[in-house]
C-alpha cells in the first residue's frame, strides 16, 4: 500500500498536554509495527516499534497501544513539547515479509505554545 | 553513533543528466533500501539489498534507475538519463536482517530536475 501525502491529518495540541496519534493498519496478518517521526528537511527517525504478540509498549515519553481486534494503533506522547512538532508515520511489517513496509499516510503534529 | 549517510543533501541538474546518489549504512547492517518520497506517492521503496545483494528491485520505476552495493559500506542509486518527474527526495535506510528489526533512515537527497 501507498501512504498518500497530498492531504495529510493534522492534530493540533498545547505545549505541556498529551498527544494521540490514531492509526488504522490494513493487514490482519502483520505481526511488526513501528512508529516513525520525521521533521522537516529530515528522514523519518525511529521512535518505537510493537510486536503483535504485545498490546502495550512503553519508551521515553511514549506509549504504542495496539488493537489487535479492530486493527489499530496507537502512539501516546506525554508531555509534549516543540521538538515534537513532525509528521508521524505508522509502519506495518506483513507476516509474509521481512522487508517490505505498508506506510500510513501521516500525521502532522503541531504543539501551540 | 553515526547513522546512515547520504550524499548530496541537495542535487539540482538538468534533464538528461546523470545523478548518482550515494548512501553508507550503519555499520553491521546487512539490509539496505533505498526510496523515494514525493507528496503525491508518499515513501515508495525502489531497492532491497541483503548482504549486498539485490532481493526486490520490483520499485525501480524505470531502466533509468540503476542501484549497487559493491560491499556492505556503500550504495549507489543512479539515474540515466534524469527526467524531470524523477524530482523528489531519495533516502536510503539500513536494518539488522533479522526478523522484525525497524529500518533507520539517511537524511535524504532532495533531488530537482530542471
Known amino acids: 500500500g501507498e501512504s498518500v501525502g497530498l492531504h495529510l491529518p493534522t492534530l493540533s495540541v498545547q505545549e505541556g498536554d498529551n498527544s494521540i496519534i490514531n492509526c488504522a493498519y490494513s493487514?490482519?496478518?502483520?505481526?511488526?509495527f513501528i512508529w516513525y517521526k520525521q521533521e522537516s528537511g529530515k528522514g523519518p527517525q525511529f521512535i518505537i516499534d510493537i510486536r503483535s504478540n504485545m498490546d502495550k509498549r512503553q519508551g521515553q515519553r511514549v506509549t504504542v497501544l495496539l488493537n489487535k481486534t479492530v486493527k489499530h494503533l496507537s502512539l501516546q506522547i506525554a508531555a509534549t513539547q516543540p521538538g515534537d512538532s513532525a509528521v508521524y508515520f505508522c509502519a506495518e511489517l506483513p507476516g509474509d515479509s521481512n522487508y517490505q513496509l505498508i506506510w500510513g499516510a501521516g500525521t502532522k503534529l503541531i504543539i501551540k505554545p | 553513533d553515526a547513522g546512515v549517510i547520504q550524499s548530496p543533501r541537495h542535487e539540482v541538474t538538468e534533464m538528461g543528466q546523470e545523478v548518482t546518489l550515494r548512501c553508507k549504512p550503519i555499520?553491521?547492517?546487512?539490509?539496505l533500501f533505498w526510496y523515494r518520497q514525493t507528496m503525491m506517492r508518499g515513501l515508495e521503496l525502489l531497492i532491497y539489498?541483503?548482504?549486498?545483494?539485490?532481493?526486490?528491485d520490483s520499485g525501480m520505476p524505470e531502466d533509468r534507475f540503476s542501484a549497487k552495493m559493491p560491499n556492505a559500506s556503500f550504495s549507489t542509486l543512479k539515474i540515466q538519463p534524469s527526467e524531470p518527474r524523477d524530482s523528489a527526495v531519495y533516502f536510503c535506510?539500513?536494518?539488522?536482517?533479522?526478523?522484525?528489526?525497524?529500518?533507520?533512515f539517511g537524511d535524504g537527497t532532495r533531488l530537482s530536475i530542471l
Open positions: 555499520s553491521g547492517h546487512n539490509s
Open positions: 535506510a539500513s536494518s539488522l536482517s533479522s526478523l522484525n528489526q525497524p529500518q533507520h
Open positions: 539489498f541483503n548482504n549486498n545483494v539485490p532481493i526486490d
Open positions: 493487514n490482519s496478518a502483520s505481526d511488526y
